[in-house]
């Protein structure tokens, strides 16, 4: 027991650190208190939580042996969640919010807003770049209110995933293995800023991408009229050439426009055969998806009464993998397969990670 005891108490010792400083260095809770009664209660948690808790917090704590001095037993972790799946942490643990929404609910003790000094109610929403200390005799949930959201955690925690919910990361992680979508250089989530709202110039990289033709954009050096393309001239060319697009003015793209669900889904149409620029009507392409078979029409109507997100953008190019390339009757994946983009055995390893639950 005095073994466990010192691993629990070493496996503590940066959550105290972290809680004790805000983001500028500023004390704001009593580090005297938490080496104290907050170290107390803590090991009285564990010790009524099981003995699989104590393995965990002795393996972190040994973890530490050997590594220079000043690196943490409780190793950062960074998790990109979707929406209802859950972290429910134990006392000592700090969870920094990043991106997207959480929300924290408890039915004892105190979790903590490090950052501004105060405690939460069960049921507050947290602010991001914020760090929560889990306080003594506590038991938290963060759950992920928003399509998705990235965080931060040091400690001991269970992480509980929805059935229920789409799990656009992990679709996003299965376009990336098949060279279909690529992150920022975001410092967090993978880059992939799922919960930000899409731009036109964006929108259309993904479409080429989509389409198998962005190595033939990237070479193409031809030209285009539009004076507000900031990046990416060789996408917006040759779509221009292509017909692809024909732009929002004589001479201009609007490229950090953001872009709508009608919108990118023709842009999908056009990538299937089925639209045409200056033809057909973009602000009908919804209901002409529908009547294809390329959506549902309980993903039309979650589409026209939501917010769009690259979350989507990621959903709705995944989802036309599946989708009969017009006069054809091949599958897009299988014409990207057959242009050599990726393989069928790494489709199918992409897929696996991917939950068949659908909008609508």
């Known amino acids: 027991m005095k073994r466990r005891t010192a691993a629990l108490i070493l496996a503590l010792a940066l959550c105290l650190g972290a809680a004790a400083l805000a983001a500028d260095g500023e004390v704001l809770v009593s580090l005297s208190h938490l080496k104290g009664a907050f170290t107390s209660g803590f090991l ?32 950062l972790t960074e998790l990109s969640l979707k929406e209802r799946d859950c972290l429910t942490a134990l006392s000592g643990a700090v969870v920094l919010p990043l991106a997207g929404s959480l929300r924290v609910s408890f039915s004892s003790g105190a979790v903590v807003d490090a950052t501004e000094g105060r405690e939460l109610s069960s049921g507050a929403l947290l602010s991001p770049n914020h ?9 938290a949930a963060f759950t992920v209110v928003s399509q998705v959201a990235v965080f931060q955690y040091e400690g001991i925690g269970t992480v509980t995933e929805s059935a229920e919910t789409v799990d656009y990361v ?28 899409p731009t036109r110039l964006q929108a259309l990289v993904m479409f080429l991408r989509v389409l198998g033709e962005e190595e033939a954009a990237l070479a193409y050096t031809g030209s285009h009229p539009f004076v507000d393309v900031p990046w990416g001239d060789s996408y917006v060319a040759y779509a221009y050439d292509k017909g692809y697009t024909n732009g929002t003015g004589p001479d201009t793209f609007g ?19 089925y639209s045409a620029a200056g033809v057909d ?37 995944y989802r036309a993998l599946d989708a009969v390339v017009s006069g054809t009757g091949e ?26 639950v659908r909008l609508g």
């Open 131 to 139: 760090r929560y200390l889990v306080a003594e005799d506590t038991s």
């Open 331 to 356: 599958q897009l994946s299988g014409r990207l397969i057959r242009q050599g983009l990726f393989t069928e055995e790494q489709l199918r390893s992409a897929r696996a990670g991917v939950s068949p």
């Open 255 to 273: 490229s950090d426009s953001p872009v709508s669900a009608a919108s990118y889904v023709e842009f999908l149409l056009r990538a299937l055969g």
């Open 170 to 197: 992990a679709m996003a992680d299965a376009l990336k293995a098949l060279r279909l979508f690529q992150g920022s250089d975001t410092g967090y989530g993978k880059g992939y800023n799922l919960d930000r709202y």
């Open 44 to 75: 009285e948690t564990l010790q009524g939580s099981g003995d699989s808790l104590y393995q965990e917090a002795e393996r972190q704590a040994e973890a530490l042996a050997g590594q220079p001095d000043g690196q943490s037993a409780v190793r």
């Open 281 to 317: 009507d973009w602000r009908t392409a919804l209901s002409r998806a529908e009547g294809r078979g390329l959506i549902t029409g309980g993903e039309r109507q979650a589409l026209e009464d939501g917010e769009f997100y690259r979350a989507q953008v990621v959903y709705l190019s």
